[in-house]
């Protein structure tokens, strides 16, 4: 007996979404670990504890808190094996990150090259960076995961601000002293690359790339919920159209 043409399909492959939110997060992983060693400032209209009136923090802090963005859509749509699949993925690919860097400052560079020593400052200092990353990423992302869904446990599909927010902003806080301790005090001071900030620097990065991070949480919070909807919605259509043909 001939199988049906659904059957002989075999399992149906990524979709779209799937294939776009995996590319955010990895994308915006390569480019926070790329991008951290410099630090902004932002001047404020008011004068805050410990930052002062001038707003300090890693370059990375925007393409970084965009992980947990694509994260949490990922999360809600796809549960939560699913995203630690990608999350543990994107901890690996830390690894990968650093071999490149580090390949290209040994390798000899030509006459027409930039100064060698200018790009291994730029680029070396990002292991530093990605040092401190490793650490702070596979615990709270991981975190991250964990506490979306033990809410989600509660709420079901309902709420999906308050487990949006709620994961973020206390992952992102165990992400942000992890990260800034390691990357710009411990890691340089252990490997001798690059600058050993003093603790009020310390202190300021950490306020100032919390406070953004918590800032995009509640910013993203719509956002979250517009592409899951769109997910959602597109997926079920798909899903009914398969299911008549």
């Known amino acids: 007996m ?6 002989s399909r ?40 410990v930052a002062g009136a ?14 947990f963005l694509a994260s949490d859509c990922y999360a809600e749509l796809y ?13 690996a690919m830390n690894f990968v990150v650093l071999a490149l860097v580090w390949s290209t400052i040994a390798a000899p560079a030509a006459d027409s090259s930039i100064d060698p020593g200018t790009f291994a400052d730029v680029l070396g200092a990002s292991t530093n960076i990605v040092l401190g990353s490793l650490l702070a990423y596979v615990v709270s992302q991981n975190w991250d995961v964990i506490v979306f869904h033990r809410i989600r446990d509660y709420t079901g599909r309902e709420k999906l601000w308050l487990r949006n927010i709620a994961s973020t902003a206390s992952s992102q806080a165990i992400d942000t002293v992890i990260f800034v ?10 490997l001798g ?16 790339q ?5 800032a995009i949480a509640v910013l993203d919070t719509p956002i979250v919920y517009a592409v899951v909807s769109f997910v959602r919605a597109r997926e079920e259509r798909f899903a009914d159209e398969t299911t008549v043909a």
Do not use: D, H
């Not at 979404?17 to 008011?46: C, E, H, N, R």
């Not at 001038?54 to 992980?67: Q, R, S």
């Not at 549960?79 to 901890?91: E, K, P």
């Open 2 to 7: 001939a199988r049906s043409q659904s059957q």
């Open 10 to 49: 075999g399992p149906p492959g990524p979709t779209v979404a799937q294939v776009a939110l995996i590319g955010l997060f990895v994308t915006a992983l390569v480019t926070a670990q790329l991008t951290a060693s410099k630090v902004l400032a932002f001047s404020l209209p008011v004068s805050l504890p």
């Open 54 to 67: 001038e707003l300090a923090l890693p370059g990375a802090a925007v393409a970084y808190a965009l992980t």
């Open 79 to 91: 549960g939560r094996r699913a995203t630690q699949v990608i999350v543990n993925v994107g901890f």
């Open 181 to 190: 301790t390691v990357g710009f005090a411990v890691a340089p001071a252990v």
């Open 193 to 208: 690359v690059g600058a050993v900030l003093p603790v009020e620097a310390l202190l300021a990065l950490m306020v100032g």
């Open 210 to 214: 919390y406070l953004l991070k918590l």
